[in-house]
């Protein structure tokens, strides 16, 4: 700053001399307000300053603003002016003690309510407002808010605090709202202990760049943590009154004091001249680009331009037109004044000058009229590896035309010059020349490639690996190290879009047309028609087959027609025949190849089998024609029964069987033979007519002579009386009774049987 007056010199080390020791800041309390804002703050003659008041509390001779010097502390700032929520002489270091010094009848203040969004009241609010008149078009200060608040080992609550400080602006004599310039750089979020935080607390950093530090004990402030020094600025018109109020407070109660250090002299008011034009922005000047600075202000005015602080020769217009990089700043003299303002220094660097090669594209002319299709993007690469500062190429008919080429992967042309308009990441461009070119030296159009369709699916769907079934028919014959890249179209292959991957699955079955090109080598060999063919072989009735062999015989035949190439069975002798004999049980295959080479195989599963052998027949007789008959058996096969030699059935047991004689019959359904049994099934008739027409005269049961011929039968009426006997070898019973004949009626009877099983029942005659 510049020097204040001699008495208030004097005041100041007298001051120093008592109370602070080099390592700390100074603090003097008692310094005038006026003073502070118009020799400190302000220290200006381009600002006229008015209407100075300040609101704060007096602790007894003292105050909670003042005036302090960093002494020798290495304090950022060397003098300013001091704001607190507490007392002002207590910001001296060391960082000793919490400071929590002003009453809680201290009040707050709205407006930084307001522009820091906070919810309740804020207390002991230390204010300094003035107005002032500008002359020229840009103010800024320099200030860093520190706080006890800023703690190393917070409670969870204490993260939400919210003490902070405002610098509001806006026209004394409007009505606009404040405007805070207090706020983190590049956002419009206020300056507060939680939006500017440092990490390694429980509290959540918050525009850590913006935090200094967390102090320990020897600390030149008697505060927790600080900012870094951080800029207010704003854009003003020269010549209007504006008013600025200057405010830090306590949120929600008196405790944990924050404060604000003012740079002295730093309140600037300057011309803006705009943003620097840096790599680092990313805005820099191209390579023979131009800029002109502008620091017109109104009024009859000097100017003086200067590059990295020493003067330009010349110039002294408002205006001045840069052609190399450098720091550029002005000082304008106000209306012949006292009052200088300066511009600037606004920052201009050059991007690096494009140096990128020209580029050159040899195309092949599928049809030799002259005219072919060109991917000018493929000249992209080219141009880029000769500068490593190309971002980007676009493509023109010449240097004049507005709009690049739309089509350029897909340009047809004659041969002829065209232009690449080459682009750094800032947007700077160099055009350098393309020639296309035309030429033919085209490779002999391949055999077709056939390959047989390889899966159970005969589908004429192939995998083809096109580096090794089809690169070697192309190059054979050529140079070596050739590169070959496969296309599903001719013009895909012109402008080398969407190359085919090397494993490629036709997508037409049986035959399909690709198109090969060489990429590399001295010339353009040409676009190359390949024929893919995928020959399908499916033999008829080549499904899987069972046979048996069957027990007792050696040897079966096994066949598939007399109409293929070559066979190969999978037997001992690997036999090359349409039909082997084979001696075992197990699994044979016969592969057969076709006229192209292709294969099909056909399996035979040969299984054992054999005749069965009836070891018992079970029958269930005399059961009044619900008898039953059960077949025991034993054998290698897979067997069906019958009881009559023409009705097969998988079961064993029969039911529901008449009596009467008859064969079973064991059935091998792989062939193998039948194995046949007489049985008889015995029951009786449940009534007889003997009225002696010859037919069913007498009641008898069938083939108990045959079966049970010492079989007793006696023949009873309905009160128990023995009506007739007989045996089984004897004939039946004629119905009478002592040669006199029964009438109609129900009658009984007792069998038993040789193994002395009794049946008993009843039927009827009738008459």
């Known amino acids: 700053m510049k020097a204040i007056n001699y008495p208030l010199y004097m005041l100041f080390l007298l001051f120093f001399s008592a109370t602070v020791s080099a390592q700390y800041i100074t603090v003097d309390d008692n310094v005038p307000f006026e003073d502070l804002v118009r020799d400190v703050l302000i220290d200006n003659p381009c600002a006229n300053v008015s209407n100075i008041t300040v609101t704060s509390w007096a602790f007894g001779a003292g105050n909670s603003y003042g005036y302090f010097t960093s002494g020798t502390s290495g304090f950022p700032f060397q003098d300013g002016v001091l704001l607190t929520t507490g007392r002002a002489t207590s910001a001296i270091g060391p960082n000793s003690n919490i400071l929590s010094e002003g009453p809680a009848s201290w009040p707050g203040d709205l407006d930084l309510e307001q522009a820091l969004g906070i919810v309740g009241s804020s207390k002991n609010a230390t204010v300094l407002e003035f107005d002032f008149l500008p002359l020229a078009n840009k103010i800024s200060f320099d200030y860093i808010f520190s706080s006890e608040q800023y703690l190393t080992n917070p409670s969870p609550n204490q993260c939400s605090f919210t003490d902070g400080f405002v610098f509001l602006l806006k026209e004394a004599n409007g009505t606009d709202q404040y405007e805070n310039l207090a706020v983190v750089p590049g956002t419009g979020i206020p300056v507060k202990t939680n939006t500017v935080r440092g990490p390694g607390t429980i509290c959540p950093a918050s525009n850590e760049a913006y935090f200094d530090a967390f102090n320990g004990f020897e600390h030149p402030t008697n505060y927790n943590g600080q900012t870094v020094v951080m800029k207010a600025q704003a854009n003003v018109t020269p010549g209007v009154l504006y008013h600025i109020k200057l405010v830090v407070a306590d949120q929600g109660n008196n405790l944990y004091d924050s404060a604000i250090f003012l740079g002295g002299g730093s309140f600037n008011i300057g011309k803006d001249l705009g943003s620097d034009r840096t790599l680092a922005n990313g805005n820099p000047l191209c390579h023979n680009e131009t800029y002109i600075l502008d620091a017109t202000e109104t009024g009859t005015n000097t100017y003086q331009w200067f590059k990295n602080n020493t003067p330009i020769s010349g110039a002294t217009n408002p205006t001045y037109t840069v052609q190399d990089a450098g720091a550029y700043s002005v000082q304008i003299t106000l209306d012949g004044t006292v009052c200088t303002s300066t511009g600037g220094p606004i920052n201009i660097e050059y991007a690096p000058v494009l140096n990128p090669s020209q580029a050159t594209l040899v195309q092949c002319d599928d049809n030799n009229d002259g005219i072919t299709v060109f991917n000018l993007l493929n000249a992209t690469s080219q141009i880029i590896t000769t500068d490593p500062n190309i971002m980007g190429v676009f493509y023109y008919e010449n240097q004049n035309d507005p709009n690049p080429i739309d089509n350029a992967s897909s340009y047809t042309s004659v041969p002829k010059t065209i232009f690449a308009k080459a682009l750094n990441e800032y947007g700077c461009f160099s055009f350098i020349e393309v020639f296309l070119e035309i030429a033919n030296n085209n490779v002999p159009v391949p055999a077709p490639i056939e390959v047989c369709d390889g899966d159970d699916n005969q ?36 402008i080398e879009a969407n190359p085919l991957p090397n494993n490629f699955s036709n997508t037409t079955p049986v035959q399909e047309i690709i198109w090969a090109r060489i990429l590399n080598g001295p010339d353009c060999y040409g676009i190359i028609p390949v024929t893919l063919i995928v020959n399908t072989f499916t033999a008829p009735d080549f499904e899987d087959q069972e046979k048996y062999l069957c027990e007792g015989f050696n040897s079966i035949t096994l066949s598939v027609p007399d109409a293929y190439e070559s066979y190969l069975w999978n037997d001992a002798n690997a036999s090359t025949t349409n039909r082997i004999t084979v ?112 037919f069913n005269d007498i009641w008898e049961i069938d083939y108990l002579r045959r079966e049970h011929p010492r079989a007793k039968i006696s023949i009873f009426d309905r009160y128990g009386k023995l009506l007739y006997s007989f045996s089984g070898q004897a004939d039946g019973w004629d119905g009478n009774f002592n040669k006199q004949p029964l009438p109609a009626s129900d009658y009984w009877f007792n069998i ?15 008459r």
């Open 583 to 694: 001696t075992s049980a197990r699994e044979y295959t016969v592969t057969v190849t076709d006229l192209n080479g292709c294969e099909d195989t056909k399996k035979f599963i040969v299984e054992p089998s054999g005749r069965a052998e009836i070891t018992s027949v079970e029958i269930n007789d005399f059961a009044g024609g619900e008898n039953s008959v059960l077949i025991n058996y034993t054998g290698l096969g897979d067997y069906q029964f019958s009881i009559d030699g023409t009705n097969y059935q998988d079961s064993p047991l029969f039911i529901n069987v008449p009596s009467g004689f008859y064969i079973v019959y064991v059935k091998d359904i792989n062939g193998c033979g039948v194995k046949e049994k007489e049985i008889y099934v015995l029951d009786y008739p449940k009534f007889f007519t003997p009225n002696n027409d010859g």
């Open 752 to 766: 038993t049987l040789e193994n002395n099983r009794v049946i008993k029942g009843h039927f009827s005659l009738k």
């Open 459 to 494: 589908d004429g769907i192939h995998e083809f690996d096109l580096t090794s079934e089809v690169t070697p028919t192309i190059t054979n014959g050529l140079p070596a190290g050739l590169t070959i890249a496969y296309y599903a179209t001719s013009d895909d292959a012109l």
